[in-house]
């Protein structure tokens, strides 16, 4: 490691096949946690290459449990975190949505490490137990419409890496990483970004990918729809400015989405939200990311639609049933 961080401190950047090599070390063990801090803080001080995450990405998915639900067609909405907006979590309960609405989902989550709740968090605090057993996950998603990946239990290597992401507190090349590899091989993808410049990486990745996807950008930072300000919404189509208006009906406040303090606070608000009860600003959120999420699909006509249909879902208890179901598995 001493010879890679020295290469790395003279400003230089390493090859596909180096990264792969340095990120299956240290989810092999190979270095101390104070190689693997100085390691991840060279990238907190300068941009990764697109080169370098392709690296990066290959060691995990090929260290990686692997979990075969290709049957169910599934998708993922899933943001790299990271923003430090302390929103609720509004990607996992889209997913629910999604669900509820007849899509099935393969969500990919982990430990809140720069927020005060991640998805993982929320839901094991809600009563979920994680699990790399498919047959577990594939009753799941057929009896709930949903199951969800906890990355550490698929990524020996996040798991490595997890105490010193918690302890830095800060969002790191990891953050990037999380919504490129899920084990499950999503068919569909929705991520959001907290850059523009990692919307330009991630629309380069998936387009190599081939398979539908949408990447969103709120562009006052945040890393998936707020309604707070205007989005950026990238396709393989190509991309567009959507304002709050045209995704969720009007603006809304950055304290009307505000996760709480606590994980406690987080689950409070999830369930409150996923049983139709949450304020008109949290469900319109929530209902645009979920619509976002079904208009990947491409089985609506547009936008509007797929947002009648994630209204209909909450609205009809449908996703709050899907949440239930899968409680009851566990």
Known sequence: MKKILQYLFEHNTLSRE???????????????????????????????????LQGFREALLDLSIKADLSAYTPMDIVGTGGDGKNTFNISTLACFIVAG?????????????????????VMEQLGYRFSNDTAKLEKEIADAGICFLHAPV??????????????????????????????????????GVYNLEMARIYNYLLQLSDKPFTIIHGLDGYDEISLTNDTKVITQEGE????????????????????????????KIFITILKGEGTWAQNAVVLANAAMALSCTGKFADYEN??????????????????NKLIAVQ
């Open 101 to 121: 609405a007849g899509q099935k989902v393969a969500k990919h989550g982990n430990y809140g490490a720069s927020s005060i709740s991640g998805a993982s968090n």
């Open 154 to 191: 698929f990524h020996p290597a996040l798991k490595t890496v997890g105490p010193i992401r918690k302890n830095l507190a800060m969002r790191t090349f990891f953050n990037m990483l999380g919504p490129m590899a899920n084990p499950a091989n999503p068919a569909y993808q929705l991520v």
């Open 240 to 267: 567009r400015i959507m304002t709050p208006e045209e995704l969720g009906k009007r603006r809304v406040q950055p304290t009307d989405i505000s996760g709480g303090n606590s994980v406690e606070d987080a689950a």
């Open 18 to 52: 180096a990264a792969r090599d340095v990120l299956s070390g240290i989810g092999k063990g190979m270095y101390n946690e104070h190689e693997v801090t100085a390691f991840m803080t060279v990238y907190l001080m300068r941009s990764i290459t697109i080169a370098e």
């Open 306 to 323: 797929a947002y009648q249909v994630a209204v209909e879902s909450l609205e009809s208890g449908n996703a709050y049933s899907a949440f």
